[in-house]
């Protein structure tokens, strides 16, 4: 499961994790949740799932939306998972044509840099803000 913010969508990861229990057929060994974008690598439950479907302890991997595992990539990680033995089942599979799924992949491309840079801005007028305060040093910058 993964929702992009940190804060404010526990109700989302909540109502993931109820979809991906009450269809699941087979024993549910682990749950995986990230609190990051879909662009990141370097996410902790991903990481944990990698491993865990490396040691061979998860053999099928669920996610309600592909995007939940990653924005981009996710044949990569298809093959990864197979290369281990494991498969991936997707709830709602992306029904979009050739066009329909570029656009939306550029869509989300520009929502999500533009979302980082308006997060860098903002980051970089709270540390401006609280070094003319005094609040923090210049060296804090």
Known sequence: MR???????????????HELRTTSTG???KVFR??????????PGLNRLLR????????????????????FGVGWLK???????????VLHPNKLGGREEL???????VTTFAGRLYGMRSAENRRRLLAESGQCQASDR
């Not at 656009?103 to 491309?109: E, H, I, K, R």
């Open 79 to 89: 093959h990864l998972l197979a290369v281990h033995g494991a498969t991936l089942e």
């Open 52 to 71: 865990a479907v490396a040691d061979g302890s998860v053999t099928v991997v669920r996610v309600t939306h592909e995007d939940r595992l990653a924005r």
């Open 34 to 43: 990230d609190r990051a974008s879909g662009l990141r690598e370097d996410r």
């Open 103 to 109: 656009l939306q992949d550029f869509a989300s491309l």
């Open 27 to 29: 024993e549910v060994v």
């Open 3 to 17: 929702v992009s913010g940190s804060s404010g969508q526990e109700s989302s990861l909540e109502a993931q994790e």
